[in-house]
Nanobody, 136 residues
Framework: QVQLAETGGGEVQAGGSLTLSCTASGFTRHNFVDYSVGWFRQAPGKEREGVSCMSWSGATTYYVDSVQGRFTISKDNVKKTLYLQMTDLKPEDTAMYYC??????????????????????????WGQGTQVTVSS
């Protein structure tokens, strides 16, 4: 089964930058190139929220308003790795960050962007998370 593993979290001062990586393995029926990918985060005491997602080809990307212009999602299909480059970090970006994958971009986008009038199907491929802490 597909497994995702995040790295790159840490503590940084406000205004600083971090790049998260998410490496995928365990492919059988499909390859990493077939998957749309995304990032979520969850701060202590808060609900998990979407951050960004990208289509399998990389041609389509979505960002929530709070990170638009500061975060950049990218995907290296050869390295089977997803990235989240984060700049101008703010204390409110402090959270556990999780990567996720799905063969259907619309499912990821519905979860991340909150589109759709009914709850989307669950995302079944998740990483274990990496902590990002931004100090003021």
């Amino acid at each position: 089964q597909v497994q995702l593993a995040e790295t790159g979290g840490g503590e940084v001062q406000a205004g600083g930058s971090l790049t998260l990586s998410c490496t995928a393995s365990g492919f059988t029926r499909h390859n990493f190139v077939d998957y749309s990918v995304g990032w979520f985060r969850q701060a202590p005491g808060k609900e998990r929220e979407g951050v960004s997602c990208m289509s399998w080809s990389g041609a389509t990307t979505y960002y929530v308003d709070s990170v638009q212009g500061r975060f950049t999602i990218s995907k290296d299909n050869v390295k089977k790795t997803l990235y989240l480059q984060m700049t101008d970090l703010k204390p409110e970006d402090t959270a556990m960050y999780y990567c996720a994958a799905d063969l259907n971009l619309s499912i990821l986008a519905d979860h991340i962007m909150g589109w759709g009038s009914t709850p989307p199907p669950p995302i079944n491929i998740w990483g274990q998370g990496t902590q990002v802490t931004v100090s003021s």
